[in-house]
């Protein structure tokens, strides 16, 4: 009879992948994944470096080791494409960039990186800090706002404001503001629900559906004007008017409606959510809003925010890294093309894979404390040696955020202003609930406002 080496059958022989406790039949993991999702997702590190799911009768694979999951996201990324999470997402975004896989994104990536080239970036600093000082000069002190609509309102009125320069783009500019929200809602559940719910009469699935329409046709009247008038308002719709593809065509309306609507979507709520985690973890530490006054009254003298200053702003930059760490993105998504060996486990054909930032940068392995929010964690050594893919707040690789700087530039140019003007405490008694969406966002934030002196000219 053939004996095998022990050691050659262990070098041989893909690892088990062990499977996530709790699976109900039928159902799988779907309550821990609707009703605690980020937590659900964080717990299972303890379980091993890869763990399998199950999302209501499919497996899905769970990476927690960032090894893996850089491999999946960068080394090893032609052996994958996006995942189901993606596939849902079409409904929306049809062929956006933040959709498609293989040559056609590469080949769409190509054409419109220019419109986030760092320079073009640099120019749209103006825009966020004008529309974060119109949005926080409207507040009054003792007055409670909703922080998290407010920076909604905020990062929809940048990204509309970047789209769309011309009124031609207003409705267009309306509809995103007010029914993406919706949409964004819509979108996450449709990826934990099957299909026929979907089809069914019931309000959420009605509103949903009327929602997208209207941002959709809004969306496609702005196109079909800027078109028409065939001027250049020097705003991204102009640019994606202007371009043209290899043999020198121009970009289809369709083509410029999945982008318009894709850096909609990939913009808000993104940003607002983080914006909104800034000012609620800056109204709980007193002791590190006062060291950020201290910088924002030493780098800026009471001047509004440029983006030259980005790189003084040391520890406003520290403190976002840690929002990004601690209220990353929950979930997005991977899928095989075949059988795939991923370090020591062999993947099937067509699996789904989970990559989860928040989970990820919950690790007390690379984080320490993770559940404390420390900004100086990032001026630490350890933090500066952590293993590639343990933080990806952008993700990695060739579907990385193409617009990681624009965000970080929004969101410090964003907080200068408001910290400049403002002190931000939160409601006494009021518990702040995380709930993730697309972005994992606080579900209310109330918030009181309180002079700070000397208050900043715009
Ligand atoms: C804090 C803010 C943001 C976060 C945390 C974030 C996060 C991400 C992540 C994780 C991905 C990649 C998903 C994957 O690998 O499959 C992504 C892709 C993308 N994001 Fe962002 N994003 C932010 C802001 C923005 C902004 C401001 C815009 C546009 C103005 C934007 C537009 C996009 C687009 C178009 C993609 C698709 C890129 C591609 O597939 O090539 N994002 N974002």
Not at 186 to 198: D, N
Not at 439 to 451: E, Q, S, W, Y
Request: aromatic letters at 6%.
């Amino acid at each position: 009879m053939l004996r095998m080496n022990p050691v050659i059958l262990e070098e041989v022989m893909p690892k088990p992948i062990p499977e996530a406790p709790g699976a109900l039949p039928l159902i799988g993991h779907a309550l821990p994944l609707a009703r605690r999702r980020t937590q659900f997702l964080a717990s299972l590190a303890e379980l091993g470096g890869i763990v399998r799911i199950n999302m209501v009768g499919m497996p899905a694979y769970v990476l927690t080791d960032p090894d893996l999951v850089w491999r999946v996201l960068v080394s090893e990324g032609r052996n994958y494409h996006r995942g189901r999470m993606f596939d849902k997402m079409t409904e929306v975004l049809g062929n956006g960039l933040a959709t498609i896989s293989g040559k056609a994104h590469h080949e769409t990536r190509r054409i419109l990186q220019p419109t986030f080239h760092h320079q073009k970036v640099a120019s749209y600093a103006s825009i966020m800090t004008g529309v974060a000082d119109a949005v926080s000069s409207a507040w009054r002190a003792g007055q409670v706002i909703e922080v998290d609509q407010a920076m909604n309102d905020l990062t929809a009125r940048v990204v509309n404001g970047i789209l769309f320069a011309s009124e031609m783009g207003a409705r267009a500019a309306d509809a995103i503001q007010l029914r993406l929200p919706e949409v964004m809602k819509g979108m996450l559940t449709r990826t934990l629900i099957p299909g026929a719910w979907q089809k069914l009469p019931l309000p959420a699935n009605i509103r949903y559906d009327r929602a997208n329409q209207e941002m959709h046709a809004a969306i496609d009247e702005a196109i079909a004007a800027y078109r028409a008038e065939g001027k250049d308002h020097s705003d991204m719709l102009s640019t994606l008017l202007a371009l043209r593809d290899d043999d020198g065509n121009p970009m289809t309306d369709q083509w410029i409606h999945d982008q318009v609507i894709t850096v909609a979507v990939g913009g808000i709520e993104t940003t607002s959510a983080a914006l909104a985690w800034c000012l609620h973890q800056i109204g709980v530490h007193p002791e590190m809003e006062q060291r950020l006054h201290a910088e924002l009254d030493e780098v800026l003298g009471g001047r509004p925010p440029e983006f030259a200053d980005l790189p003084r702003l040391v520890y406003t930059g520290r403190i976002v890294l840690e929002v990004l760490r601690m209220h990353a993105v929950a979930v997005y998504m991977r899928r095989t093309l075949d059988l795939t060996q991923l370090g020591e486990f062999e993947l099937p054909a067509k699996a789904e894979i989970i990559i989860s930032p928040y989970a990820l940068h919950r690790n007390p392995r690379y984080f320490p404390d993770p559940d404390v929010f420390d900004p100086d964690r990032w001026a630490s050594e350890a933090t500066k040696k952590l293993p590639k893919g343990a933080y990806i707040p952008f993700s990695a690789g060739g579907s990385k955020c193409i617009a990681d700087n624009f965000a970080i530039l929004e969101i410090t140019m964003a907080l200068a202003v408001i910290c400049s003007r403002w002190r931000l405490r939160g409601v006494p008694g009021k518990q702040v609930k995380e709930i993730t969406t697309g972005a994992t966002r606080p579900d209310r934030l109330p918030m009181i406002v309180a002079a700070r002196t000397p208050a900043m000219a715009v």
